[in-house]
């Protein structure tokens, strides 16, 4: 009896052991695809939140497109300073997610923009094209 456990114990590290090399080959893959996305890289996406726009500033380049991305709440995205919409830009009037607006800079500059609704309380953003 003594013969077969510490035969099956021998057996049990063996395949222990390579499951344990296995492991470590197989850990090397994940790091590779953690970063990079397959997203098209002239568009930047800004998420239209709760309250904010995150990142509320960006910096993209001349004819870059900036694709806002509702992810909670009733909002709208107006171009213009001190919740004064200026005409540049406008994604109409408020809207709830599902919903994305999408504005192509194609001239350098400050563009500062805001939400309609939640302007008062500091729902405000602004892109920088470089
Ligand atoms: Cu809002």
């Known amino acids: 009896m003594k013969l077969i456990y510490s035969l099956a114990f021998g057996v049990a590290t063996f395949f ?10 197989g ?20 998420k ?10 960006i910096h993209i380049k001349a004819n ?6 509702w992810v909670a709440g009733t909002h709208n995205v107006l171009s213009g ?5 200026d ?9 709830s997610a599902p919903k994305t607006f999408e504005h192509t800079f194609e001239k350098t500059g400050s563009f500062p923009y805001f939400c309609d609704p939640h302007c008062s309380i500091g729902m405000t953003g602004k892109v920088i094209v470089d």
């Open 81 to 85: 300073t001190a919740c004064v919409p």
């Open 64 to 69: 870059q497109t900036v694709r806002w991305v």
């Open 27 to 46: 850990g090397g893959y994940s790091s590779s695809s953690s970063s990079k996305s397959a997203n098209d890289p002239s568009v930047v996406e800004v």
């Open 16 to 25: 222990a052991l390579n499951c344990g090399s296995g492991d470590e080959g």
């Open 48 to 57: 239209v939140n709760g309250h904010d726009f995150s990142p509320a500033e």
């Open 87 to 95: 005409g540049t830009f406008s994604s109409g009037s408020t809207a």
